[in-house]
């Protein structure tokens, strides 16, 4: 299947751990995204790629760190979690990085931090 | 304030209604596009409307925009169930169109 994959889909961790959230996508585009919804359905961009350069880093916290290792692939690395960083993490991909093709999300990461 | 705000927040209809959804935004935009969101699901692209383009119809769905009002609407006609989502309007700057700015979606029920 053609699509935008992520994982896990649940992670449920302690305040003051690291985790990953992995990202693929198979369908050829050159940019891939980092998106953050919170409780209230509020969806805020995060980080962009294209091509395995960054090109949106968006007044994150630098804990979050991602990681293109190739264009297919936009991993994110959260060190220290808080609380505050409970939400749902969407990773997403376009042909290319104008805004000018839709976006394609996975289904998203629903990160719990306790 | 954000960029996008829909409007209203939560609608409930009958099916086979017409459901409207509103977006407004702040600033310039190159293009806005909709999408919709099921329950624990990502979001899903509907249609893409140009800012020198007026009305956008894909199937059951019809995109207006003004951008003198600086608004454009999703009209979903016969709706059925099965359209019961969430749906947000996106906006992609002139300046900055790399990054669409999402509003924080209109909740639709629809009640069989």
């Known amino acids: 299947d053609t699509a935008v994959s992520q994982t896990p889909k649940y992670l449920v961790t302690q305040m003051g751990n690291d985790k990953s959230i992995k990202c693929e996508q198979n369908?050829?585009?050159?940019?891939m995204y980092w998106y953050k919804q919170d409780s209230k359905k509020f969806l805020k961009i995060m980080f962009s790629?294209?091509?395995?350069?960054?090109?949106i880093n968006e007044t994150v916290p630098n804990r979050f760190s991602p990681k293109s290792p190739d264009k297919a692939h936009l991993n994110l690395h959260i060190n220290s979690l808080e609380l505050g960083d409970s939400a749902v993490y969407f990773c997403?991909?376009?042909?290319?990085?104008?805004?000018?093709?839709?976006?394609?999300f996975g289904n998203g990461t629903r990160l719990t931090v306790t | 304030s954000q960029q996008g705000e829909e409007d209203p927040q939560a609608l409930s209809i009958q099916e086979g209604e017409n459901a409207t959804m509103n977006c407004s935004y702040k600033?310039?935009?190159?293009?806005l596009q909709w999408y919709r969101q099921n329950s624990g699901r990502g979001l899903v692209h509907l249609i893409l409307?140009?800012?020198?383009?007026r009305e956008k119809h894909s199937g059951r769905l019809r995109v207006t925009l003004d951008t003198s009002k600086k608004s454009s609407s999703l009209l979903i006609t016969a709706s059925r169930a099965a359209d019961t989502a969430s749906y947000f309007c996106?906006?992609?700057?002139?300046?900055?169109?790399?990054?669409?700015?999402f509003g924080q979606g209109t909740r639709l029920t629809i009640n069989p």
């Open positions: 996106a906006t992609a700057l002139i300046q900055g169109a790399q990054k669409l700015v």
């Open positions: 369908l050829g585009h050159d940019t």
């Open positions: 600033t310039s935009i190159n293009n």
């Open positions: 409307i140009r800012s020198n383009e």
């Open positions: 790629y294209n091509n395995k350069e960054l090109i």
């Open positions: 997403a991909s376009s042909q290319d990085g104008t805004g000018s093709s839709p976006l394609h």
